[in-house]
């Protein structure tokens, strides 16, 4: 287990080198759902306070809407208190924000969430927002820009909002799905389950197995050639539109 915990340390730190999503002084605002990605996250940042080359301080914050699950919200706090991570748990009822005729979805959910951390960041003096999204989120976005809206683009590793000082960043960016699972298992994060009954993620499982398709095939490298293929662009070899 160390060597996992030791991998995971340094893809955290090789992306916030490369993409310098931390900068000296930086107060930084981690969103933790309770589930596996953003916990991983809260437990590194957490070490990383003391003894990384880059001063910096962080807060972890939980949206809480009506879909919470307590159980779960126990063991989140549990270990962010075992970790000695500083939280807050903020109330947000996103069900009255609906607007009459509209159905809940994922995407809407998340835009909500955004617009409160956004607020709260602000309001506050935080300069990065840090999600919990990895490596395979990334990969998975891409292929689905792709196939299904025929563009190349994906969710980036560190992202400045145009009309505000703060930016979004993804420390997991290197972090395979897997590594965290196992990881997460290690630590006693458990699974955390969103209760709204209105997710649909079929078309990201999709794509998931589709990646998944390729790694059986030609090895767990087609998830880094996959991510590293967005910033190895040969314009001669693609056709004008
Ligand atoms: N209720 C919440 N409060 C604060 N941040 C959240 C919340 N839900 C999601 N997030 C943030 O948004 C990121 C992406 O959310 P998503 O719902 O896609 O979860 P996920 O990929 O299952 O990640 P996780 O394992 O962290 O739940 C999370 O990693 C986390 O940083």
């Known amino acids: 287990m160390k060597k996992l915990e030791t991998l995971i340390d340094k893809k955290i730190t090789k992306s916030i080198l490369k ?3 931390i900068e000296e002084g930086d107060k930084v605002l981690l969103a933790v759902s309770g589930g596996k990605d953003s916990m991983i996250l809260a437990y590194y940042l957490a070490k990383k306070i003391k003894g990384f080359p880059i001063n910096f301080t962080f807060k972890a914050i939980h949206i809480q809407s009506e879909f919470g699950n307590p159980a779960e919200m126990a063991n989140m706090e ?5 970790w000695g991570v500083d939280y807050e748990i903020l109330e947000v009822g996103v069900i009255k924000r609906l607007k009459p005729g509209k159905k809940m979805n994922c995407y809407w959910c998340s835009t909500q969430r955004r617009t409160e951390l956004l607020k709260y960041a602000v309001d506050n003096g935080y300069d990065k927002i840090a999600l919990g999204h990895h490596m395979d989120d ?10 299904l809206k025929g563009k190349i683009s994906t969710m980036l590793p560190i992202l400045d909002y145009d009309r505000y000082d703060q930016a979004i960043i993804r420390p997991l960016s290197y972090v395979k799905e897997h590594e965290i699972i196992k990881m997460a298992d290690h630590l006693n994060i458990t699974k955390c389950t969103c209760q ?3 997710a649909d993620n079929s078309k990201r499982r999709d794509m998931r197995d589709i990646i ?8 767990d490298v087609v998830r880094e050639n996959l ?3 967005m910033s190895n662009i040969i314009p001669r070899y693609l056709p004008e539109e």
């Not at 549990?78 to 075992?82: E, I, V, Y």
């Not at 398709?213 to 030609?218: A, E, F, G, I, S």
């Open 19 to 21: 993409y310098k999503m």
């Open 78 to 82: 549990k270990l962010l208190q075992s």
């Open 138 to 147: 990334i990969i998975e976005s891409l292929i689905m820009n792709m196939a």
């Open 196 to 198: 709204c009954g209105f």
């Open 212 to 219: 998944q398709t390729m790694v059986d095939t030609h090895g």
């Open 227 to 229: 991510y590293n293929s």
